[in-house]
């Protein structure tokens, strides 16, 4: 593999992992799940989560 190709690879597997925890999170902040303990589960950041909740309201 390429540089180049191992390069889009790492980025795909980064934008994976973040996609699976912003999942994780809607689905943990729907069931009543503080923000301090969704970030140490996703390792998403309060300010994440925050945002994430917010849209979940406004829907």
């Known amino acids: 593999m390429t540089e180049l190709g191992r390069s889009l690879f790492e980025e795909g597997k980064l934008e994976g992992k973040q996609e699976n925890a912003m999942e994780v999170a809607k689905r943990a902040i729907r069931n009543g799940i503080s923000n301090e303990l969704i970030s140490k589960l996703t390792e998403l950041s309060i ?13």
Do not use: A, H, L, Y
């Open 47 to 59: 300010d994440q989560i925050e945002v994430i909740r917010k849209t979940i309201k406004s829907n």
